[in-house]
């Protein structure tokens, strides 16, 4: 046991050593504000498709979907097309015209596209919103990501909680401050396929150990319940489509995501947005597909584990050799920071870039960007250790609350033409400020309320504000 234990450790620690050294290489290739943030606009379809991919997809996609397979069972699948829908919006619709557009306005992030030109009356207030929008919902969105390290390391070492956290984001800070979007990018993408060769071959191993595939679709069987509640988890068929329908507003909310979307802008030839979008949408089907049968056979092999989210881990440990469990781990792992780097980047920026309206010198953009970063990162560490929440719901409240704050504008923006400054305020604000009262107020089937009506007031707002280009 001890030398198992000494292997994945061993396993652990040579993973996070390549992850500091990338982040000194790319600190090489870090001279200005446009390579920290955008790294020089340079990225190419392999690396824009992975990094965008993982940094979408957090700690939810791996210990968050396969646990909400673990409990919901044969429901869970809804939760494929529904972030594929996501993928197909971003890559199909968004990544080419954002490519464009955002060279046209010499726009760093997502919230200064959103502002206009300088000399724009809305700009200053776009700029202040966004920033405080992107501080606190990365604020919990980074939280969930250091809990879900913390579960990992207390999990393989028997750690304390919150030393576990720390340990974890103390990595992830490192490397950002070192290498900004060039150490993020390169991580993401390694940690992406780290991401996809585990969605592969943990399910697969899992899949034989059950017996195969007649007895996994025998074990979703649930006899004596309706068919509505066995694929929905509702007792009604409203309640039920009403489910399937909230479910689909995950994969509705991707354009909104600014950690996402940067990558998008940071592309070096829009020839290469095909090939990338293939990229992209394969590993979705990969990763997320993977993790619904991974938490499905979790029923049938650790039917009285007590956290579902720790499903991932618990099969890894269980099935696999030590230095496998060792690389599963590090798959886990890599979800968390391939998510908590990119919106590290994005708070930085928000401050350093955005608050300050651009204006800021390099050298002083950059030595506060850096700072902010390690602000931020304590700031999550305090969230996490002194307010747990599961990593599902709380990674699902940010996500939409940074979908209705910029989704609606951005597709209005990106499709129709500019929107009247008001109008743009009022869709950024509305779209923020409903989602989180509807987080605290309602709890409806798939949390369809939370997700469409904020979303659907902000896209009124910024179509009647649009001015349609001819």
Not at 7 to 36: C, V
Request: positive net charge.
């Amino acid at each position: 046991m001890l030398c198992c234990m000494n292997i994945l450790i061993a396993t652990l620690i040579l993973y996070q050593l390549l992850l500091l050294s990338i982040g000194w290489w790319a600190s090489r290739r870090t001279s200005d504000h446009e390579d920290f943030y955008l790294g020089g606009r340079k990225l190419g379809a392999t690396v824009a498709a992975l990094s965008a991919s993982a940094s979408s997809s957090s700690a939810w996609s791996l210990l968050g979907v396969s646990g909400a397979a673990y409990a919901w069972g044969l429901p869970a699948i809804w939760l494929i097309p529904s972030t594929l829908l996501g993928f197909f919006i971003n890559w199909y619709w968004v990544a080419p015209r954002m490519w464009q557009q955002s060279r046209v306005h010499n726009a760093l992030t997502l919230t200064e596209f959103l502002a206009g030109p300088r000399g724009d009356p809305a700009r200053k207030t776009i700029m202040r919103i966004g920033a405080t929008v992107i501080l606190f919902s990365f604020t919990f969105y980074v939280a969930a990501q250091f809990q879900a390290a913390g579960h990992t390391f207390a999990s393989a070492f028997n750690m304390d909680p919150a030393m576990a956290i720390v340990l974890g984001a103390a990595i992830v800070l490192a490397y950002v401050m070192l290498g900004g979007f060039w150490a993020a990018s390169i991580t993401d993408s390694l940690q992406g396929l780290l991401m996809a060769i585990s969605a592969v071959i943990l399910p697969l191993i899992a899949l034989i150990a059950i017996g195969g595939p007649g007895v996994l679709l025998a074990s979703l069987d649930v006899d004596g319940i309706s068919t509505i509640r066995l694929w929905t988890r509702q007792d009604s068929l409203a309640a039920g489509i009403g489910f399937v329908i909230g479910l689909a507003g995950i994969g509705l909310g991707y354009p909104g995501q600014p950690h996402v979307v940067n990558r998008f802008m940071a592309m070096e030839d829009n020839k290469a947005i095909p090939t990338a979008r293939l990229i992209a949408i394969g590993w979705a089907v990969i990763i997320y597909t993977g993790m619904v049968v991974l938490g499905w056979c979790g029923r049938i092999l650790v039917s009285a584990l007590g956290d579902g989210e720790q499903v991932l881990f618990a099969l890894a440990t269980l099935l696999l050799p030590s230095i496998l469990a060792g690389i599963m781990v590090s798959a886990i792992l890599s979800a968390i920071m391939s998510t908590a780097d990119s919106q590290l980047l994005v708070a930085a920026s928000s401050v350093s870039h955005d608050l300050r309206d651009g204006k800021t010198p390099t050298r002083e953009s950059l030595k506060l960007s850096r700072w902010v970063v390690l602000f931020i990162g304590i700031a999550a560490i305090t969230l996490a250790i002194f307010s747990p929440e599961a990593i599902f719901s709380r990674v699902l409240f940010a996500w939409q609350a940074l979908a209705a704050a910029f989704g609606p504008l951005l597709i209005i923006t990106l499709w129709r033409g500019p929107v009247q400054p008001n109008w743009r305020i009022a869709a950024m604000s509305s779209g923020f400020v409903l989602t989180v009262i509807l987080n605290w107020a309602t709890d409806t089937p798939g949390d369809i309320a939370e997700r469409y009506i904020p979303m659907l007031v902000a896209l009124g707002l910024a179509w009647r504000g649009s001015i349609k280009v001819r």
